[in-house]
């Protein structure tokens, strides 16, 4: 059977009804006032508009549109200033909240990055379109430039940047998660989760169903069944759980969950040649949901891809830190909630398997690595910190050492020198 903690991110693409329009800005119909056309070789394209810096420019492009429905709006830009703010306009009439848009600054003018356009302290605008000709206009509203790249108006199912969620938004999302994952989402922890500090983790069937570590929310989009049981422990600084069972005859599971109340680290170990499919251990669970200024926000994949394509060995994406000994992997998944399933390969020795993962807050790559490596017939897997231990633990920087033996049982040493014998299930 496949051993995997489910590697979870509202990813860039999903089941999508409604076709997407791209409108590159460059191929402006009309411009109310002075504009430029810029080659920019990090642009859809090479080419953005700029150069509009008046109250009151306004640029209006053409677009024709194939099936009516609601879509949502994305645009592409590049802002050096730390933010602009544009109206904007469908077939001449201003769209609904987006009256007084703000656009955060991207860092230069040569970082293009994308927003999906959201009414103020709600989610996602939701703009009616007809099919045939159409024109789209933004106007400037105060008297900064932007290095406007495209507009793609597209359904609201495709995630093309991290976006705010509604009220009813969260409540459709969290209606797509397994019970107990959409209590934690929506209400907290309760008695059998395991909860300390800004860290908590409810668990269904013995295997982890969601987790929250301060303002990321993270879930398993699927109930899981295996027979397994866990207990929590607490060897202070840190808690603990643990996680064993026996899938089949011959094989076996061990996972600890390992915390000190601002951030964790997830470790898996098995034995047997199906315990991880194709020798990779897939998952750890990544962000769904991080709260910004209050609101509720889906994540979209975004760099990760980039990032994953590009073979990383350690890969953080809002608080989330994944360290591999190999280039990590990943897979673009659709269902009622998008997901990326992340592979990376664990170490190996003989038939037992590891891998590990560390969520919490972003310090330094230094800081947040993890490492694992072969010990004769163990498997260690420690936190690598280069700093004294009190130094570390002021700032939460759990350090720990995990001796896996070829037993599956573990040794459990924390930084005040504390052990814990786990004994193989």
Same mark, same amino acid.
Request: hydrophobic share 45%.
């Given at each position: 059977?496949?051993?995997?903690?489910?590697?979870?991110?509202?990813?860039? *693409?999903?089941?999508? &009804?409604?076709?997407?329009?791209?409108?590159?800005?460059?191929?402006?119909?009309?411009?109310? /006032?002075?504009?430029?056309?810029?080659?920019?070789?990090?642009?859809?394209?090479?080419?953005? *508009?700029?150069?509009?810096?008046?109250?009151?420019?306004?640029?209006?492009?053409?677009?024709?549109?194939?099936?009516?429905?609601?879509?949502?709006?994305?645009?592409?830009?590049?802002?050096?200033?730390?933010?602009?703010?544009?109206?904007?306009?469908?077939?001449?009439?201003?769209?609904?909240?987006?009256?007084?848009?703000?656009?955060?600054?991207? #860092?230069?003018?040569?970082? !293009?990055?994308?927003?999906?356009?959201?009414?103020?302290?709600?989610?996602?605008?939701?703009? $009616?379109?007809?099919?045939?000709?159409?024109?789209?206009?933004?106007?400037?509203?105060?008297?900064?430039?932007?290095?406007?790249?495209?507009?793609?108006? +597209?359904?609201?199912?495709?995630?093309?940047?991290?976006?705010?969620?509604?009220?009813?938004?969260?409540?459709? !999302?969290?209606?797509?998660? $397994?019970?107990?994952?959409?209590?934690?989402?929506?209400?907290?922890?309760?008695?059998?989760?395991?909860?300390?500090?800004?860290?908590?983790?409810?668990?269904?069937?013995?295997?982890?169903?969601?987790?929250?570590?301060?303002?990321?929310?993270?879930?398993?989009?699927?109930?899981?069944?295996?027979?397994?049981?866990?207990? +929590?422990?607490?060897?202070?600084?840190?808690?603990?759980?643990?996680?064993?069972?026996?899938?089949?005859?011959? +094989?076996?599971?061990?996972?600890?969950?390992?915390?000190?109340?601002?951030? !964790?680290?997830?470790?898996?170990?098995?034995?047997?040649?199906?315990?991880?499919?194709? &020798?990779?251990?897939? /998952?750890?669970?990544?962000?769904?949901?991080?709260?910004?200024?209050?609101?509720?926000?889906?994540?979209?994949? #975004?760099?990760?891809?980039?990032?994953?394509?590009?073979?990383?060995?350690?890969?953080?994406?809002?608080?989330?830190?994944?360290?591999?000994?190999?280039?990590?992997?990943?897979?673009?998944?659709?269902?009622?909630?998008?997901?990326?399933?992340?592979?990376?390969?664990?170490?190996?020795? /003989?038939?037992?398997?590891?891998?590990?993962?560390?969520?919490?807050?972003?310090?330094?790559?230094?800081?947040?690595?993890?490492?694992?490596?072969?010990?004769?017939?163990?498997?260690?897997?420690?936190?690598?910190?280069?700093?004294?231990?009190?130094?570390?633990?002021?700032?939460?920087?759990?350090? !720990?050492?995990?001796?896996?033996?070829? &037993?599956?049982?573990?040794?459990?040493?924390?930084?005040?020198?504390?052990?814990?014998?786990?004994?193989?299930?």
């Amino acid at each position: 059977m496949r051993i995997a903690l489910a590697l979870l991110l509202a990813a860039s *693409v999903a089941s999508a &009804d409604l076709p997407s329009i791209t409108i590159e800005a460059e191929e402006y119909t009309e411009a109310g /006032g002075q504009v430029r056309v810029l080659d920019r070789p990090a642009a859809s394209g090479g080419k953005c *508009v700029s150069y509009w810096e008046e109250p009151g420019v306004a640029v209006t492009c053409a677009f024709e549109v194939a099936e009516a429905g609601d879509y949502c709006l994305t645009l592409g830009y590049a802002l050096q200033w730390p933010d602009t703010r544009r109206e904007v306009r469908v077939d001449g009439e201003v769209v609904p909240g987006l009256e007084d848009v703000l656009l955060p600054g991207t #860092g230069t003018w040569a970082d !293009f990055g994308a927003i999906t356009l959201a009414a103020p302290g709600a989610g996602r605008a939701r703009i $009616p379109l007809t099919a045939g000709p159409h024109t789209l206009t933004l106007t400037n509203i105060d008297s900064r430039g932007l290095a406007w790249d495209y507009a793609i108006f +597209h359904d609201p199912a495709t995630l093309l940047a991290d976006v705010p969620l509604s009220d009813a938004e969260l409540a459709v !999302f969290a209606e797509a998660l $397994p019970a107990t994952a959409r209590r934690l989402l929506l209400d907290g922890p309760a008695e059998g989760d395991l909860a300390l500090g800004d860290v908590a983790l409810a668990f269904s069937g013995g295997m982890m169903q969601a987790l929250r570590v301060g303002d990321v929310f993270l879930a398993v989009p699927r109930d899981v069944e295996m027979p397994v049981e866990w207990e +929590h422990h607490r060897v202070e600084p840190i808690a603990l759980a643990t996680i064993s069972g026996v899938p089949e005859a011959g +094989h076996a599971l061990r996972g600890v969950v390992v915390t000190n109340g601002t951030s !964790f680290v997830t470790i898996m170990a098995g034995i047997g040649e199906n315990t991880m499919s194709d &020798d990779r251990a897939s /998952g750890i669970p990544s962000p769904l949901i991080v709260w910004r200024n209050g609101r509720p926000w889906r994540l979209a994949l #975004g760099a990760m891809e980039q990032k994953l394509g590009q073979g990383e060995r350690v890969l953080p994406i809002d608080g989330v830190v994944i360290s591999a000994n190999e280039p990590l992997a990943g897979d673009l998944l659709s269902g009622p909630i998008p997901w990326v399933q992340i592979a990376w390969p664990p170490i190996i020795a /003989g038939d037992l398997k590891v891998a590990a993962a560390k969520v919490g807050p972003p310090l330094t790559p230094a800081d947040t690595r993890i490492e694992v490596h072969a010990d004769g017939e163990d498997v260690v897997v420690r936190s690598s910190v280069d700093m004294p231990p009190a130094l570390a633990q002021f700032y939460g920087i759990p350090q !720990f050492e995990v001796r896996v033996h070829p &037993d599956v049982s573990m040794t459990i040493t924390t930084d005040a020198g504390e052990t814990l014998e786990l004994r193989a299930p």
